[in-house]
T-cell receptor, first 112, second 112 residues
Framework: DSGVTQTPKHLITATGQRVTLRCSPR?????VYWYQQSLDQGLQFLIQ???????AKGNILERFSAQQFPDLHSELNLSSLELGDSALYFC???????????FGPGTRLTVL | KNQVEQSPQSLIILEGKNCTLQ??????????LRWYKQDTGRGPVSLTI?????NTKSNGRYTATLDADTKQSSLHITASQLSDSASYIC???????????FGAGTQVVVTP
């Protein structure tokens, strides 16, 4: 158990819909990262937050947005969902950018 | 072009044998280089993390090496076990607030 929690574990929805994925970092970690992993693909970095502020942006679509709240939990919002958005979404946390990242168990999103 | 290239893409080895995975990167300057192990459908787990000044780091049967001059790293697995079957991912952290650079991973299959 990494100490990072993600909810829900599974999510099935239809095209065009909007979903919110939630991540709670390990106690004491200020940095939160979001990743997307499509079937048989590598991890794609989406976005990083540090203590509530956006720090780095990767290949995140405009239909996706994220935020980190004062209690340090983070949410990833996916809107106007397409079939290609079906993937595993991982959240990771670390003390800062230079320390080890601990990954959550992931949320499996299926868009039908 | 991806700034982190891993080879081979996949590897099949017999239980008990050793193997070496390669990671070449162009990220410069960089803060650290990490190797992760990812079981199918699970979040990655950190194996080693090395700063640019470190040459080698071990974690049980896993030994990572780093040559900052040639921008190459390797992960050596000794006396492989069936549980070593997984994807091994090389990640480089830039020396600034920037997005992490992920390799595509090497898929290792250990057979009895």
């Amino acid at each position: 158990d990494s100490g990072v929690t993600q909810t829900p574990k599974h999510l099935i929805t239809a095209t065009g819909q909007r979903v919110t994925l939630r991540c709670s970092p390990r106690s004491g970690d200020l940095s939160v990262y979001w990743y997307q992993q499509s079937l048989d693909q590598g991890l794609q970095f989406l976005i990083q937050y540090y203590n509530g502020e956006e720090r780095a942006k990767g290949n995140i679509l405009e239909r996706f947005s994220a935020q980190q709240f004062p209690d340090l939990h983070s949410e990833l919002n996916l809107s106007s969902l397409e079939l290609g958005d079906s993937a595993l979404y991982f959240c990771a946390s670390s003390v800062n950018s230079y320390n080890e990242q601990f990954f959550g168990p992931g949320t499996r999103l299926t868009v039908l | 072009k991806n700034q982190v290239e891993q080879s081979p893409q996949s590897l099949i080895i017999l239980e008990g044998k050793n193997c070496t995975l390669q990671c070449n990167y162009t990220v410069s300057p960089f803060s650290n280089l990490r190797w992760y192990k990812q079981d199918t459908g699970r979040g990655p787990v950190s194996l080693t993390i090395m700063t640019f000044s470190e040459n080698t780091k071990s974690n049980g049967r896993y030994t990572a090496t780093l040559d900052a001059d040639t921008k190459q790293s390797s992960l050596h697995i000794t006396a492989s076990q069936l549980s070593d079957s997984a994807s091994y991912i090389c990640v480089v952290t830039p020396d600034s607030w920037g997005k992490l650079q992920f390799g595509a991973g090497t898929q290792v299959v250990v057979t009895p």
